[in-house]
């Protein structure tokens, strides 16, 4: 016996099935889609709370899911950080929500949830828990979008497997397969944020120029060698040294060229 009622379970499950895994291994590479699934949730959930009694039908509820979940998507585009946090804070008040009626309730979550109406307990767990998770996204950020999409995703994909699951089974293993499923998602986006920051550019080494001879500043420069014999500017013909004029031409010699 399934726990769940057929009929608009089964479209339920077409949705969320493909969007928990989605959401559980790329969540943070798709953020919008973390954001659309965290809208979705969150209208799911009041329109059950709100339809169910006032007689809407499960499309009608459906649909006020897929509208919050599309807004949601299409606002993260242009508001991302904001829109991250009010993410955070629908996904961390739902998962709080959750993981307590799964405990209490085991996979009638749906069924006290939206039949029996959240008591006074689940709107203090869906704020504390959405508290948190803002703040958590704002001051983290890759990582908080690791672990609630990664959560999100666990709890989607739960959702779609729970109809097939054993019905009496205690809260507690109900709990430990969400977060089973919880921690694969996180440990493959963590080591897909890994390989994303180990990424360096490496610097091409420029090609070796020709060696060039640098002298050091501090050798001294090479000594300029006096000719060997003073010679007159006018002819170049020998002059004897202290000699003021040229034997040849008559040139005058200055005394300081030839001293």
């Not at 109809?163 to 897909?192: E, S």
Request: hydrophobic residues 55%; contains cysteine; aromatic residues 10%.
């Amino acid at each position: 016996m399934l726990p769940f009622t057929a009929g608009p379970v089964e479209l339920i499950i077409l949705l969320v099935l493909p969007l928990g895994l989605l959401s559980l291994f790329l969540g943070r590479k798709l953020f919008w889609l973390f954001v659309g699934i965290s809208g979705f949730l969150l209208g799911l959930l009041i329109g059950g709370v709100i339809g169910i009694g006032n007689g809407w039908d499960w499309p009608v509820i459906l649909l006020v899911g897929l509208l919050l979940g599309a807004g949601a998507a299409v606002l993260s585009i242009y508001l991302q950080k904001p829109m991250a946090s009010l993410a955070g804070f629908m996904m961390g008040g739902l998962l709080a929500v959750v993981l307590y009626m799964l405990v209490r309730y085991g996979t009638n979550i749906a069924t006290n949830l939206m039949f029996g109406g959240p008591g006074p307990e689940t709107w203090i767990l869906f704020l504390v828990g959405g508290v948190a998770a803002a703040v958590f996204v704002w001051v983290t950020y890759e990582w908080a979008l690791i672990v609630l999409s990664s959560l999100s995703g666990a709890l989607l994909t739960f959702i779609g497997i729970a109809p097939f699951l054993p019905f009496n089974l205690p809260g507690i293993i109900y709990l430990l397969i969400l977060g089973g499923l919880a921690a694969v998602g996180i440990y493959v986006q963590a080591q897909m944020l890994s390989k994303t920051q180990a990424v360096a550019v490496v610097p091409v080494a420029a090609p070796p120029g020709p060696a060039t001879s640098i002298p050091s500043p501090s050798a001294p420069a090479p000594a300029v060698q006096a000719p060997a014999s003073d010679v007159c500017p006018q002819c170049g013909a020998p002059v004897r040294p202290g000699a003021k004029f040229c034997n040849r031409c008559g040139a005058t010699v200055a005394v300081g060229d030839h001293q």
